[in-house]
Structure formats: C-alpha cells, structure tokens
C-alpha cells in the first residue's frame, strides 16, 4: 500500500508541471489600457479632458465668487449713496457748462473744465453759414471730439 501511494504521489507529480505547460499564459488580459496598452491613447485623452473640465469648472467658480464678491462691495447702502451723489454733482456740473455757454444772447462766455486726463474747453464760433454758434470740444485723453452747436436756436427767446 505505501508502495500504491507513492506511485499515485509520483504520476500526480509528472501530470502537474503538464497540465500547468498545458494551459496558455496569454488568455488572460488587463482590462485597463494603461496597463495592456490596447487603447492608451484615447483613454489618455480621456484622462485629460477630465481633468481639464474639472480645472475650468474649478476657474469659473473662483470667478464668479470673485465677481459676487464686487457686485456685494457696489452695493453696500454707502456705495449706493456716493454713486448717486457723484451723479448728481456731474448734472449740476453740466447744468452749470450749458448755463454759461447760453447766458447772454449771441454771447458765449469761452471756458473748459478739467477732468482727470480729459478736457472740456468751448468758445464762440462763426458756422459754415455765417451764423454763431458754440464749438465744443471734448478730449478724452487721446482724442478730440468738437461739436458745432448753432446759437440761434438756443437763444431765440433769450432777448
């Protein structure tokens, strides 16, 4: 018996290194391209446009906390009250301008007023049909705008 049990032991022993050369070693495959390289590249790509869709989700959150952030800064009840301060002071500026350039009729008081780099000047002037008028200049620090403003039409019932 202990000479059937190492026959048994000795023909298991030959059958397992055949059996194991039996089987073929390239049955099995990664289901991942990184490591089995059949599609790398678009799953590279993949992998990218992940990661940029993430970072430019990331770059528009920043920008728009960014932009509520000022929008609540312009909208504090002082930023509110200085803004229409401002605009008022600029009308009555303006109402002031017009005023001294309509005073008197066919008289123009010439004048200019300064703001930041630009420049606000008029004077008196002859227009292309003999009439006076106001010329107007604005420089906005780079160009000059000039207006011709025609007298008579402003100063009809000033007389």
């Known amino acids: 018996m202990h000479n059937n049990k190492n026959i048994i032991l ?52 920043i920008q728009s906390a960014m932009s509520a ?41 010439p004048g200019s007023i300064a703001f930041g780099a630009g420049n606000i000047t008029w004077s008196q002037t002859i227009m292309k049909d003999g009439t006076s008028g106001i010329q107007l200049q604005v420089f906005d620090g780079m160009n000059t705008t000039t207006v011709n403003v025609p007298m008579g039409q402003f100063t009809a019932g000033k007389q």
């Open 69 to 109: 952030a000022a929008s609540a800064a312009q909208n504090t009840p002082l930023q509110q009250f200085l803004t229409n301060l401002e605009s008022r002071i600029y009308a009555q500026i303006s109402q002031n301008v017009a005023t001294s350039m309509f005073s008197a009729a066919g008289t123009v008081q």
């Open 10 to 61: 000795g023909l298991v022993a030959l059958w397992l290194p055949v059996a194991a050369a039996a089987t073929p070693m390239n049955d099995y495959q990664f289901k991942s391209p990184s490591f089995n390289g059949s599609g790398y590249g678009t799953y590279a790509l993949t992998v990218e446009n992940e990661q940029y869709t993430r970072q430019q989700a990331v770059q528009q959150q």
